[in-house]
């Protein structure tokens, strides 16, 4: 049997593999742009870890402001000197739980749950936090605006 599709119903066929690959390629950017700013998060874990102030740099955007446990505000260039300080010496940053949520796509919110253990004055300490990060797309590239640190534990 041979069937034979008026203009219309091709329009339509059309029309509807335009929609669908549309989504589909929304997806995949989503997907994309989660899978960065989990890779920016670690990143900025890393580099305080390794007191690499200069891969930190590239990650906070200039305006950055952090609320911190206490509730001091902190800037880019504070958490810059803080990540070279040789006051604390981070030996494990663990994520033990991430979650990222696009409001768009050039802003999202990194939800992130951690363990860790350091070293100051000689004395070892472990803790948990959680934090949440605010990302935006500037110029074609993810950076961190806004953080706020909540202390869960500390022994």
């Not at 034979?4 to 339509?12: F, I, P, T």
């Not at 803790?127 to 202390?151: F, P």
Request: some cysteine; charged content about 20%; proline content about 1%.
């Amino acid at each position: 049997m041979y069937f034979v599709q008026s203009k219309k119903e091709n329009m339509k066929i059309n029309f509807l593999l335009v929609v669908v690959m549309s989504i589909l390629g929304a997806v995949q950017a989503q997907s994309n742009a989660t899978e960065t700013i989990k890779n920016l998060n670690a990143g900025w874990l890393n580099a305080i870890q390794n007191k690499d102030s200069v891969a930190l740099g590239k990650i906070l955007a200039d305006d950055f402001i952090m609320i911190t446990p206490s509730g001091s505000t902190l800037t880019k260039k504070d958490n810059l000197q803080y990540a070279i300080s040789k006051e604390i010496d981070y030996k494990s940053i663990n994520i033990d739980s991430v979650k990222v949520r696009l409001l768009n796509n050039e802003v999202a919110v990194l939800s992130c749950w951690t363990s860790f253990t350091f070293s100051t004055k000689g004395k070892d300490m472990t803790g948990h936090n959680c934090y949440q990060d605010i990302y935006m797309k500037r110029r074609d590239e993810w950076l961190a605006v806004s953080g706020h640190v909540t202390l869960l534990s500390m022994k």
